[in-house]
């Protein structure tokens, strides 16, 4: 269980806090989203989880302890993936993960079957500074999951890549999740994190604006409705209609009992809809 | 995959990345260079193109006279000591002390020690046809040669140099190799995801250390043996050079976690080689010295490799030496274990 609370940090010279007492809890095996534009304050959050940042105030607890009090071996528990991709760009890849697995003191996944998992088993052996930026970011995704950690921090991890490659890196998420790992995925992709996360947090100028699971916001948030496309003298027309609505209901019975219905969608709120609801703002 | 011991793994990736910036070719290259340099370009002595200075202590100032007649008149000093503090200054020149009378005619040459033999056997000769200008001698000239240090025989020109390259790699560039290596990693972010491993800041500190350490001992081992050959001295000056690169690193990786990057680090760079540079001109003037030059990382290994390989007879010199760097290197390794720990291994610098 991971415990976040009252977190606030202000960088020096900042005009506003970076983070505003934000609070949250992650259940182990759980997939933890945290949602918001750039500049809201999620990477410095992460850092502080991390301990690359003090917290200035507020806690975070690791089963109770603070990570100060579980000392360097506490990282052989832990993954993190970075946004910006940073490797060592004169070793190989092989290189890098083979290095960087040597400073665990807990097993590790060979560094070849990683580059396999990922799809960079061709540029192995290639420097790191030859990749693109999406082969770099796949091979800090194979660093952060090499010591199989409890606890794995996604900073945007399908940024940049094409989508078949994207859904390879989500299908490993998943088995991550399924084996066991906590997973605190800091996205600001609502796709990805609709279908990962079993909550989501909300950030906006630091401060958390709500968090609850996907399907909750959505109910919450949301308008029950179904778009119809039927047709009307031979063309196509769409209706949204909101069965909650009596005359809304009949339409959708008349035309289903006309036969003139050819699909029909129900219609939720996203997580981005729900995320400029609430703080006026848009995700980019 | 199972393993142990992450300082192990970092001094390979640390070779790795070395050799692949090329700075193991730089200093195969710089030792070439060299060792080009002192066998081929530098002369094993000078010619004597400096002055001739000329005191005249003979009873009823004989010579005096025939010095000025002979174009002498700047090059005459009143006393011995006036001409010691000469000698000091001009490094070129020699000196003679004419003495006696025409009875007991006598003179003594003081030279710096790289002058040719020819040269001196010219200036034996000419002080001999001075003193018979100076009239009828009844006994022939007696005359000596002193050395201005007498414990020192000065080393061939050439091979003096080799301390002073040596310090250049393992004191001044090696350290600069490491300032290189933490930049990169701060610059490509590499650093960022060793500060979120299990492994410690010793093992990066020593990771490094080692490194540079080893560079150090094939720049010195090549140099030694190509310019002075495989003299029993070898062990105790690659043990210098060691402790060089060891003191040099640690007090790199103090000062450049600093930095942002090496644009801005380059400036503290020529101030601090300045200041390493400060022994290297004390080893070829004497006269410019002080007393905390000892302090100064280049110093022990300077002087010596001197006093091991040309030695002036200086008694536990070569251990005061080791000490001393040994005591530098622990406050740097202290040092450098809490400006890392603070400044490197956290976010935000």
Same mark, same amino acid.
């Given at each position: 269980m991971i415990r976040v609370e009252d977190l606030t940090f202000h960088y020096p010279r900042a005009a506003a806090p970076a983070v505003r007492e934000a609070s949250f809890e992650i259940g182990r095996g759980r997939i933890f989203g945290f949602l918001g534009p750039s500049g809201a304050g999620k990477s410095t959050v992460q850092n502080i989880m991390i301990g690359l940042l003090p917290a200035q105030k507020g806690k975070v607890l690791y089963d109770n302890k603070k990570i100060v009090e579980l000392g360097k071996s506490f990282f052989n528990r832990v993954g993190v993936s970075f946004e910006h991709p940073n490797v060592y760009e004169k070793l190989t890849g092989l290189e890098n993960l083979k290095y960087y697995g040597g400073l665990f003191s807990v097993p590790t996944i060979n560094p070849e079957r990683l580059l396999e998992m990922v799809g960079l088993a061709d540029a192995g052996r290639k420097w790191a500074g030859q990749y693109s930026k999406g082969m770099k970011q796949r091979l800090v995704f194979a660093r952060a999951i090499m010591n199989r950690p409890e606890i794995l921090f996604l900073d945007e991890p399908?940024?940049?890549?094409?989508?078949?490659?994207?859904?390879?890196?989500?299908?490993?998420?998943?088995?991550?999740?399924?084996?066991?790992?906590?997973?605190?995925?800091?996205?600001?992709?609502?796709?990805?994190?609709?279908?990962?996360?079993?909550?989501?947090?909300?950030?906006?100028?630091?401060?958390?604006?709500?968090?609850?699971?996907?399907?909750?916001?959505?109910?919450?948030?949301?308008?029950?409705?179904?778009?119809?496309?039927?047709?009307?003298?031979?063309?196509?027309?769409?209706?949204?209609?909101?069965?909650?609505?009596?005359?809304?209901?009949?339409q959708l019975n008349h035309l289903m009992e006309q036969r003139k219905v050819e699909t029909m969608h129900s219609q939720e709120a996203t997580l981005e809809q729900i995320f400029i609801k609430l703080t006026g703002r848009g995700l980019a | 995959?199972?393993?142990?011991?992450?300082?192990?793994?970092?001094?390979?990736? !640390?070779?790795?990345?070395?050799?692949?910036?090329?700075?193991?070719?730089?200093?195969?290259?710089?030792?070439? =260079? @060299?060792?080009?340099?002192?066998? @081929?370009?530098?002369?094993?002595?000078?010619?004597?193109?400096?002055?001739?200075?000329?005191? !005249?202590?003979?009873?009823?100032?004989?010579?005096?006279?025939?010095?000025?007649?002979?174009? @002498?008149?700047?090059?005459?000093?009143?006393?011995?000591?006036?001409?010691?503090?000469?000698?000091?200054? !001009?490094?070129q020149a020699v000196g003679v002390v004419f003495r006696g009378n025409r009875e007991h005619p006598q003179a003594v040459i003081y030279r710096q020690g790289n002058?040719?033999?020819?040269?001196?056997?010219?200036?034996?000769?000419?002080?001999?046809?001075?003193?018979?200008?100076?009239? !009828?001698?009844?006994?022939?000239?007696?005359?000596?040669?002193?050395?201005?240090?007498p414990a020192s025989e000065k080393p061939p020109f050439n091979l003096g140099f080799v301390p002073v390259l040596l310090a250049f790699e393992v004191a001044l560039l090696g350290a600069f190799f490491v300032s290189a290596l933490v930049f990169q990693e701060k610059e490509e972010g590499s650093i960022r995801a060793f500060r979120v491993s299990p492994a410690g800041t010793w093992p990066y500190i020593l990771s490094k250390i080692t490194v540079n350490v080893l560079l150090s001992l094939l720049y010195g081992f090549l140099l030694f043996v190509f310019t002075l050959g495989l003299r029993p001295e070898l062990p105790a000056?690659? =043990?210098?050079?060691?402790? &060089?690169?060891?003191?040099? &690193?640690?007090?790199?990786? &103090?000062?450049?976690?600093?930095?942002?990057? =090496?644009?801005?680090?380059?400036?503290?760079?020529?101030?601090?080689?300045?200041?390493?540079? =400060?022994p290297m001109v004390s080893y070829f003037v004497p006269a410019f010295s002080a007393a905390y030059f000892v302090f100064i990382p280049t110093y022990p290994l300077v002087f010596g490799i001197r006093e091991l390989v040309f030695s002036t007879g200086k008694t536990g010199f070569y251990l005061q030496m080791l000490l001393i760097l040994a005591a530098e290197i622990l406050v740097l390794l202290a040092l450098a274990r809490i400006t890392v720990e603070r400044k490197l291994m956290r976010e935000g610098h």
């Open positions: 399908t940024s940049g890549l094409d989508p078949t490659t994207a859904r390879k890196i989500l299908n490993i998420i998943i088995a991550e999740k399924n084996r066991g790992a906590t997973i605190f995925l800091t996205t600001h992709n609502m796709l990805v994190a609709d279908e990962l996360c079993d909550t989501v947090a909300f950030i906006n100028e630091g401060q958390i604006v709500n968090q609850d699971s996907p399907r909750n916001l959505k109910l919450q948030y949301g308008q029950k409705a179904v778009k119809v496309e039927y047709r009307n003298n031979g063309k196509v027309e769409t209706v949204l209609l909101f069965p909650e609505k009596p005359e809304d209901r009949d | 995959m199972m393993k142990g011991g992450s300082f192990r793994y970092l001094l390979r990736q !640390d070779m790795a990345v070395v050799h692949r910036n090329g700075y193991v070719y730089v200093v195969l290259g710089l030792a070439a =260079l @060299f060792i080009l340099l002192v066998n @081929f370009a530098l002369p094993k002595q000078l010619e004597v193109t400096g002055r001739e200075y000329l005191v !005249d202590l003979t009873a009823g100032q004989l010579i005096a006279p025939i010095a000025r007649e002979a174009g @002498f008149e700047e090059h005459m000093l009143a006393s011995e000591e006036e001409l010691q503090q000469a000698l000091e200054r !001009d490094r002058e040719p033999e020819k040269a001196m056997r010219g200036l034996e000769a000419a002080v001999i046809s001075i003193w018979n200008t100076a009239g !009828d001698l009844e006994q022939p000239v007696t005359y000596r040669q002193e050395l201005l240090r000056v690659l =043990l210098l050079a060691a402790l &060089t690169g060891f003191l040099m &690193t640690a007090f790199s990786l &103090t000062i450049s976690v600093f930095f942002k990057s =090496l644009s801005e680090f380059v400036y503290v760079t020529a101030v601090i080689m300045t200041v390493l540079s =400060l």
